[in-house]
């Protein structure tokens, strides 16, 4: 079975920087598209950024655009997201998925999920 593990979150301050990991102990890891989603108390889960497998191409959410960056490493089979700047609005569960497909910002689109890492932002 594929396994996804995040680390890497914590709490923080405002303008702080974190950056979330997520290591895959599946195979063929480059071919897989690859996403971030979070969930704060008493909200949907919510499509963070996006990495597609071969091609490097990816998409944020609107709300983190140009403070995120998703990037990956094959040759640890490990995604990250680069969480800069960041915001009490931030404040949630940050999960990893993993898809054998193209790019997308669909949570159902993802068979796979890691069981999550907290980030708490402070004011």
């Known amino acids: 079975q594929v396994q996804l593990v995040e680390s890497g979150g914590g709490l923080v301050q405002a303008g702080d920087s974190l950056r979330l990991s997520c290591a895959d102990s599946?195979?063929?890891?480059?071919?897989?598209?690859m996403g971030w989603f979070r969930q704060s108390p008493g909200k949907e889960r919510e499509f963070v950024a996006a990495?597609?497998?071969?091609?490097?191409?990816?998409h944020y959410a609107d709300s983190v655009k140009g403070r995120f960056a998703i990037s990956r490493d094959n040759a640890k089979s490990t995604v990250y997201l680069q969480m800069n700047s960041l915001k009490p609005e931030d404040t949630a569960v940050y999960y990893c998925?993993?898809?054998?497909?193209?790019?997308?910002?669909?949570?159902?689109?993802?068979?796979?999920w890691g069981q999550g890492t907290q980030v708490t932002v402070s004011a």
């Open positions: 998925a993993l898809r054998g497909g193209s790019i997308t910002t669909i949570r159902y689109n993802y068979p796979y």
């Open positions: 990495l597609s497998g071969y091609g490097g191409y990816t």
């Open positions: 599946g195979r063929t890891f480059s071919s897989y598209a």
